[in-house]
């Protein structure tokens, strides 16, 4: 339910798709706080999401694109389990960190 003043809910039929690219190792862009994305990783990926400073007051995705969480796969290492957004605690960052030093991503 939308309470007054709010926007209804973001859907992907409000997107006009942009651009689709296949990003190889090492690879890396940027892209503006106003695109929506949606990233789809093969087996053994690592992809490292570095936000920039906060631009808009909400962060949302588009209902439908979202699986609902209870059908989000088994998490892979390091993380114990599939949990929403927020902060890393130390104790994950750490367990990601050597994850990534493990497999010679970072040193």
């Known amino acids: 339910m939308n ?3 709010t926007a209804p809910p973001f859907t992907g039929s409000d997107l006009t798709p942009g651009i689709v690219t296949i990003e190889r190792p090492g690879s ?5 706080h106003t ?3 949606q990233a789809v990783m093969e087996p ?3 992809t490292l999401f570095v936000r920039g400073p906060r631009r808009k007051k909400l962060s949302h ?3 439908e694109l979202m699986p609902p969480m209870e059908t989000w796969p088994a998490p892979a290492e390091p993380g114990d389990q599939a ?6 605690t130390v104790d994950e960052y750490m367990m990601m960190r050597d994850y ?4 010679r991503l970072i040193n």
Do not use: N, W
């Open 3 to 5: 309470h007054p003043g």
């Open 28 to 32: 890396a862009y940027t892209l503006d």
């Open 35 to 37: 695109m929506v994305h």
């Open 44 to 46: 053994d990926t690592v």
């Open 61 to 63: 995705a588009a209902e």
């Open 83 to 88: 949990v929403e957004s927020r902060p890393a």
């Open 100 to 103: 990534l030093i493990r497999r």
